[in-house]
């Protein structure tokens, strides 16, 4: 079946999500393409100058890619909540010489600017997350040649996207790792299995769908597309691969056979997001309020020096269900076989 992704030359049906934070890099992207699958740089947390720098070298190569940007959904918090939060935490912080913010920091991470840079300078295709944006910014994308894609987790996102107007869904399960893609971060949809998410969504609209969360064998992947997904998205796996950008205390918790589950938390940004279980979420993951981007900018500095100290218990180590998949190989390995089966 002929797709936005087929027409771009794409020959995988699996590709490379994109993982905000550093995890994905130009070199992941371009490993990738020239795989004939797609990656898609992440937005997210950037600066629109750091954002265009990120394609001016993956234009170089040249490549089919894609930007990943965080729709506008903010979560606002009651700044006394904000603070006794900030106070519960505060020990943490006190360990590594950090001083937490005193008030919330909420933003857009310059939406608008991003998506100015992306109608003046357009690639190939922008996939949406968090939130879905407006009408307007959808068909300006499209008139400069952009391919638009949606992430909904149920199939009432996936036909408020469909109303919109979009290309694409990407269809994601609540086993997916990092942040949930949710409308409604106060309330998660009800767990499906992937295979059967993405059948309701495709009896619900007329639209490709790349399927995302949890997958982790080439097994995972022929069940998706038998169950009418255009594309499987893969993240976790690529988390050890050789061209991640994940830190290297991410990446070792991703190994270490004592780190047993994910679970669900808000404890670092406020909105919900999948991660390996460690101390951190079990200490303040019952008190966490929801948040975002204000818990995020708070816990942010904490899990950098964390990272850098090898403290795995206080670091976001992002990771849908199917993590222990993550290997050290080349991201073009990893995703040739993956679409091993198909």
């Known amino acids: 079946m002929t797709t936005p992704l087929t027409e771009l030359g794409v020959r995988l049906p699996v590709i490379a999500a994109p993982m905000a934070g550093g995890a994905t890099t130009t070199a992941m992207v371009i490993a990738a393409a020239e795989a004939g699958s797609l990656g898609l740089l992440a937005a997210g947390y950037k600066t629109p100058e750091a954002l265009q720098a990120e394609i ?7 490549v089919p890619f894609g930007v990943n940007v965080f729709a506008p959904n903010p979560v606002p918090i009651d700044a006394a909540a ?32 991003k998506i100015d840079l992306l109608r003046s300078d357009p690639v190939p295709v922008v996939s949406f997350t968090f939130g879905l944006p407006a009408g307007d910014v959808i068909r300006a994308l499209q008139q400069a040649g952009t391919t638009v894609v949606q992430t909904v987790t149920s199939a009432r996102e996936a036909e408020a996207a469909a109303s919109a107007g979009v290309d694409m869904l990407a269809v994601q399960a609540a086993v997916a790792g990092g942040h949930s893609g949710t409308f409604t971060p106060d309330r998660m949809p009800a767990p ?33 597309l038998r169950a009418g997904a255009s594309a499987a998205a893969v993240g976790t796996v690529l988390l050890r691969a050789d061209e991640s950008g994940a830190s290297a205390t991410h990446k ?4 270490n056979p004592s780190r047993t589950e994910t679970v669900l938390t808000r404890a670092f940004t406020g909105r919900p997001a ?7 979420i079990d200490r303040y993951e019952p008190s966490a309020p929801l948040g975002y981007p204000a818990l ?22 992002w990771a849908g269900t199917g993590y222990r998949h993550a ?3 080349p991201t073009a390995t990893i995703l040739t076989d993956l679409a091993g089966e198909v």
């Open 82 to 113: 904000y603070r006794r939060y900030a106070d519960l935490i505060r020990a943490e912080a006190d360990r590594y010489g950090l001083t937490l913010p005193a008030e919330p920091r909420d933003d857009d991470d310059a939406f608008d600017a």
């Open 192 to 224: 499906l299995a992937l295979t059967d998410l993405v059948a309701q969504v495709t009896a619900a609209v007329a639209l490709p769908v790349i399927a995302a969360g949890g997958l982790g064998t080439a097994g995972d992947v022929a069940a998706v």
């Open 296 to 317: 995020h900018h708070l816990t942010s500095p904490l899990r950098k020096a964390a990272a850098a100290a090898g403290d795995a218990d206080v670091v976001h180590l």
């Open 327 to 329: 290997a050290e190989k």
């Open 56 to 62: 001016t070298a993956v234009r170089a190569a040249p």
């Open 252 to 255: 070792a918790a991703l190994n």
């Open 274 to 280: 999948r991660g390996l279980r460690n101390r951190f």
